[in-house]
C-alpha cells in the first residue's frame, strides 16, 4: 500500500484558511486521495476525496498536484469545531487491497480562538 | 445521509468472556464494511474487510478465530470478541462503503471495550 507523509501538528487561528499538506510520491494511476479527520473518542469522519482533478464540497477543498505526488486540503475558514486529527490515506489501487484504507499518525491541527 | 451506527457504544466485561460488536448501515446498503482498532494515542489499524454473504478478509497479524466477523445482510456486520483477555481492551471502529463505484467510506462512532 502506498505511504504518505503528512507534518505532524499544524496550528492555525479561527477563521482563517487552513493548508494541510500530503506528499504520496509512490502513488500508483488508480489510487484515490483520501482525507478523513478524527475528533478524540470518535469515529473518523469523511472530509473530501479525488483522483486527478481538484475537488470541492460543503466542507473543504482538495488541491492535487499535476504530478499527484502530493495534495492539499484546504479549509477555507477554520472553526474550533475543524480541531481533529487529519489523514491523508492512499485507497484504491485495485488487487487484493481495493477499499481499503490504511491509516497512518495524521496531522493534528490546533485551531487557536 | 450515510450514517453507521454502533452498538453498544461502550462495553466492560470479564476476562475470558466474549463480546459481541454490532455495525449498522442506517440509511444506505453496504456493499463493504471495515472493522479497525485503536489503541489510546495511536492511529487507526484495519483488522479486516467483510462482504456481504462472504467470508471476511483479515489483515496480516489478526487472528480470525479470535476476532470473528459476520455479515448477514447488507446493513448488519457484527464483530464479535471471543475469550477476551485485558490486551484487547480497545477502541473498535467499523466503516461501511455504499457503492463499490464509490470509495468513500462512513465510520461509526466506534465501541469502547475494556476487559477486565
Known amino acids: 500500500d502506498a505511504k504518505t507523509t503528512q507534518p505532524n501538528s499544524m496550528e492555525s487561528n479561527e477563521e482563517e484558511p487552513v493548508h494541510l499538506p500530503c506528499n504520496h510520491s509512490?502513488?500508483?494511476?488508480?489510487?484515490?486521495i483520501h482525507w478523513y479527520r478524527q475528533l478524540p473518542s470518535q469515529g473518523p469522519e469523511y472530509v473530501i476525496h479525488g483522483l486527478t482533478s481538484n475537488v470541492n464540497n460543503r466542507m473543504a477543498s482538495l488541491a492535487i498536484a499535476e504530478d499527484r505526488k502530493s495534495s492539499t486540503l484546504i479549509l477555507h475558514r477554520a472553526t474550533l469545531r475543524d480541531a481533529a486529527v487529519y489523514y491523508c490515506i492512499l485507497s484504491g489501487g485495485g488487487g487484493s487491497t481495493l477499499g481499503r484504507l490504511y491509516f497512518g499518525r495524521g496531522t493534528q491541527l490546533t485551531v487557536w480562538p | 445521509g450515510a450514517v453507521v451506527s454502533q452498538h453498544p457504544s461502550r462495553v466492560i466485561c470479564k476476562s475470558g468472556t466474549s463480546v459481541k460488536i454490532e455495525c449498522r448501515s442506517l440509511?444506505?446498503?453496504?456493499?463493504?464494511m471495515f472493522w479497525y482498532r485503536q489503541f489510546p494515542k495511536q492511529s487507526l489499524m484495519l483488522m479486516a474487510t467483510?462482504?456481504?454473504?462472504?467470508?471476511?478478509?483479515?489483515e496480516q497479524g489478526v487472528e480470525k478465530d479470535k476476532f470473528l466477523i459476520n455479515h448477514a445482510s447488507l446493513t448488519l456486520s457484527t464483530l464479535t470478541v471471543t475469550s477476551a483477555h485485558p490486551e484487547d481492551s480497545s477502541f473498535y471502529i467499523c466503516?461501511?462503503?455504499?457503492?463499490?463505484?464509490?470509495?468513500?467510506?462512513?465510520f461509526g462512532p466506534g465501541t469502547r471495550l475494556t476487559v477486565t
Open positions: 467483510s462482504n456481504e454473504g462472504s467470508k471476511a478478509t483479515y
Open positions: 440509511d444506505f446498503q453496504a456493499t463493504t
Open positions: 466503516s461501511a462503503r455504499d457503492q463499490i463505484a464509490r470509495p468513500e467510506q462512513y
Open positions: 509512490t502513488i500508483s494511476g488508480t489510487d484515490y
